[in-house]
Every structure is written in C-alpha cells, then in structure tokens.
C-alpha cells in the first residue's frame, strides 16, 4: 500500500507517524489512533535492482575466455569487460547479430592489448573467432570512435620486439643462443626458409605460444640481417589482417 496518505481518512488529521511495534509496519493517526495504511509501500516492493541481460552476462564470459586463451594479465582482462560492458549497451551494438557481438568481444581485448603494450595483433583475433579480418577491422574501428578510445598506432616491428622480450627470447636474455643461431640467419631471410622449419621443429606445437615464438624469432632475426633501409617498421592499417 501507498505511504503517500497524508491526511488521516477518518479524522483528516494530517498527524500520521510509522509504527514499528507490531511485527508488520504501519502508519497510524496520532490523534485517533486509526491506522491509516499497513505493510510495506508499493514503491519499496517494485523497487529492484536492473540485472544485466543474458546476452551481456554471456559476451563477458566470452571476453574472459578470450583472454585466458592468450593467457594475458588480469589488468587487460578487467580493462576488456569494462569495454564490452560499454559499447555492449550503446545503441550500435545492442541489436545486432551474436556474431558481431562476440566479434565485439574480441576487439575490446584487442584495443586492451594495444593500450597496455601486449603483443596481440589483429590476425589473431580473427583468427581465434574465426572472423573475416576486415569485418573484425570494421567493429574495432567502430568500437574505439562510439567509446573514444586513442588506441596507439600498430607498428609490426614493435610486436616482434615485444614478443622478443615477452617470452625472454632474445640475445639479452639466451645470449648462448647466439651460436646455435648463426646457422639460421641465411634460412630465416627467405619466408617459409628452413628456418621456420627448424622453429617449428624444435619448439613443439604443443607449446602456448608456439605461433607467436616462430613469428617472432624469425621476424627478429629477418630484422637484424636485412639492410638497415628496411629497418623502418611498417604501420598496418587496423582494416586489413596483420
């Protein structure tokens, strides 16, 4: 019942107070002792807190899956919920199709990746959902405009180097490597060279990071051979697969 009664119906006294001695709360008039209404106000038992919706409780899950697929800190995965949450509820993203949804999913952990420094591309997104890369290009885009992210400018030489230093493969890290890598640069320089071979077989496929660990070595060591003209890094638009 209403706790909007101001006046008491019998008396129109307007001296009404709550009255708590009985197990069931009620309102009485301080003059006559009628009891003006009882129970608990209507506003009080529709009140309930908004949940989230099934769709949204499911694409954070996604998210959180995502990352713990490319086993990144707990700062990215926090940063990526906070994103889907976002752009999940603005009105570009909340009617359209689950794919493009979970599409979402993977870009907010993209651009959460590229604003804390984690080597995650493009291409592995979409190939992680199995995605075109342009249609993952497309939402990224739209996503980092509708949420006003500044995500920095994706340079492949800054990847490699952070993969390098990411997964300690480095000279600076293995410098006893250095030997048993000299016999590779000549492979390494051509794509697809027995270098790759060698990578793949002596890292088994079975390691976490196993595509990511061939990339890198042999893109690193491709780097530091080539001529130094073609050390510049080349800047890969966000619309195309890196």
């Not at 009404?16 to 009620?26: E, K, M």
């Not at 390098?164 to 016999?183: D, T």
């Amino acid at each position: 019942m209403s706790s909007s009664v101001t006046r008491c119906p019998g008396c129109g006294s307007s001296n009404i107070v709550d009255d708590d001695l009985y197990c069931q709360a009620q309102r009485v008039c301080v003059d006559c002792g009628s009891v003006v209404s009882e129970g608990i106000s209507y506003s009080r038992t529709t009140a309930v807190a908004r949940k989230p919706c099934l769709n949204l409780i499911k694409g954070l899950q996604r998210v959180k899956a995502i990352c713990r697929i490319l086993r990144v800190n707990n700062e990215i995965e926090n940063h990526s919920q906070t994103y889907y949450t976002q752009a999940y509820q603005h009105e570009a993203f909340i009617r359209v199709s689950l794919q493009k949804k979970e599409v979402l999913a993977g870009c907010c952990v993209l651009v959460s990746c590229r604003l804390l420094n984690w080597p995650i591309t493009m291409g592995t997104i979409s190939c992680l959902l199995d995605a075109d890369p342009v249609v993952v290009g497309a939402v990224y885009q739209e996503m980092i405009k509708i949420l006003n992210i500044k995500a920095p400018v994706f340079i492949i030489n800054d990847v490699m180097e952070a993969h390098s230093q990411e997964y300690k493969i480095s000279s600076l890290h293995v410098p006893e490597a250095g030997r048993e890598l000299e016999g590779l640069d000549e492979a390494c320089r051509g794509p697809g060279g027995a270098g790759s071979r060698h990578l793949d077989r002596d890292w088994p496929s079975s390691h976490p990071h196993h595509d990511g660990l061939n990339l890198s070595v042999v893109a690193v060591l491709e780097t530091q051979q080539a001529p130094p003209e073609t050390h510049s890094g080349q800047v890969l638009s966000d619309g195309q697969s890196e």
